[in-house]
Structures are given as C-alpha cells and as structure tokens.
C-alpha cells in the first residue's frame, strides 16, 4: 500500500515552454502533497504544501508564479514549470499524505521524482 | 540555524556490519516526528522508520532501529547486518508544525557505501 506515481519520469524540453508533472497517490487519499525540488547532490527542498481544494502554500524564496501548483482531488496534484529555463533543470519529487484518525504517524510516501532538463 | 543536522556526508561500513548514522534536531515543539529515509541512485526516497516525541522505545523496523536520544535531540539510525544494497543516500527528517500546517524538514543526507 501507500504508493506515489509521478508522470513523467523525465522530460526535456526547449527553454519557454511549460511543463506540467503530476503526481498521484494510487492506493490512498491525501488531502496534503508536497513538492520538492533536489539539485545534484544535495538535499530535499520544500518547494510548496499542496492542500486539497485550496491555494498551495510556498516556501519562502519560490516563485508562486512559475512554479502552479494544483491539488484538484484527493488523489492528484500538479506542478506546472511555466517558462521554463535551463536552471530550472532539476529532480522534482512529490510526496503525500495519508488521511489518518488524527495520530502522529503522519508520514509521507514519495513519487519516483522526475527529471526534468530544459535546453 | 539547521534544524536537521546530519554530520558525515558519507560512510563506509563492511558488509555484514552494523553502521549508525547521526542525526541531530532542533525544535521548540513538544510535539514532532522524526524520520529516516532511502534514496538509492534510482532517486526514489523510500521510507525506513518513524520515531514520535512521545515514543516511549526505540523505533525497530527489521535491520533498522533508531536510537532516539531526546535530551540530547539526536535520532540515529542504526543498520545491522549490512548488505550491498544498502548503498545509498541516507536522510533523517523532521516533521514540524507550523501555523496548524505541517511540513518536513530533510537533513543533508549520509552517502552510504558497503564494501564486499
């Protein structure tokens, strides 16, 4: 149980052009998802909290603009990367949430990520 | 100043051995959780165990066990009898509460390598 997709698992696309990623929870509800972004080397990095049916909350330093984020159902979130340019080149992975009874276990289940590349 | 600390950007451990990688936190919040997960070169992050504040024990989960020190706020992993496969990037993250949202806050990460 408690499997993440993400689709697609990589893309290339010319600097311009806008790239939409999606992420769903296969075998469970969640009405939390997040969005990370991991550069080469490094460490995960909250890009922004998606709630269901309502506006994504996003870190501090991440342009909100660029970066659209939609939570449209229990299941499914997407990032769209508008304009894209060669730094946003990276590894994007999203995570989810199950809905629980209000317990602390609260973890996160993590997509594949997606490689994303732009020329 | 970090709230996850993880110290050793990598380690070696023969196979068949147990290693600890460290992991230090920093909270006000009485209330938090604390995580370890997998990154093998494939990027996908795959979760190992789950430590709450209030956990009375250690969290076990077959050859992973974490060694939680809250006075010391340290939360370390402990892998037993490695193997080739544990070769990967390790992180430790924290859950925190924030204005009633919650969030997860990710360490640097341990690059661990087991030798044959």
């Known amino acids: 149980g408690a499997v993440v997709s993400q689709h697609p698992s990589r893309v290339i696309c010319k600097s311009g052009t806008s790239v939409k990623i999606e992420c769903r929870s296969l075998?469970?509800?969640?009405?939390?998802m997040f969005w990370y972004r991991q550069f080469p080397k490094q460490s995960l990095m909250l890009m922004a909290t998606?709630?269901?049916?309502?506006?994504?909350?996003?870190e501090q330093g991440v342009e909100k603009d660029k970066f659209l984020i939609n939570h449209a159902s229990l299941t499914l979130s997407t990032l769209t990367v508008t304009s894209a340019h060669p730094e946003d080149s990276s590894f994007y992975i999203c995570?989810?949430?199950?809905?629980?009874?209000?317990?602390?276990?609260?973890?996160?289940?993590f997509g594949p990520g997606t490689r994303l590349t732009v020329l | 100043a970090q709230k996850i600390t993880q110290t050793q950007p990598g380690m070696f451990v023969q196979e068949k051995e147990a290693v600890t990688l460290d992991c230090t936190y920093d909270?006000?919040?009485?209330?938090?959780?604390l995580f370890w997960y997998k990154q093998p070169s494939s990027g996908e992050m795959i979760f190992l165990i789950y430590?709450?504040?209030?956990?009375?024990q250690n969290a076990t989960e077959g050859r992973y066990s974490l060694n939680f020190q809250k006075a010391r706020k340290s939360a370390n992993l402990v892998i037993s009898a490695s193997q080739l496969g544990d070769s990967a990037m390790y992180f430790c993250?924290?859950?925190?509460?924030?204005?009633?949202?919650?969030?997860?806050?990710f360490g640097t990460g341990t690059r661990l390598k087991v030798l044959a």
């Open positions: 909270t006000s919040d009485p209330s938090y959780g």
């Open positions: 995570s989810a949430s199950p809905l629980t009874s209000g317990g602390a276990f609260d973890t996160q289940y």
């Open positions: 998606s709630n269901e049916g309502s506006k994504a909350t996003y």
């Open positions: 075998d469970f509800q969640a009405t939390t």
């Open positions: 993250a924290m859950r925190e509460v924030t204005s009633g949202t919650y969030k997860y806050i």
């Open positions: 430590q709450g504040s209030y956990d009375q």
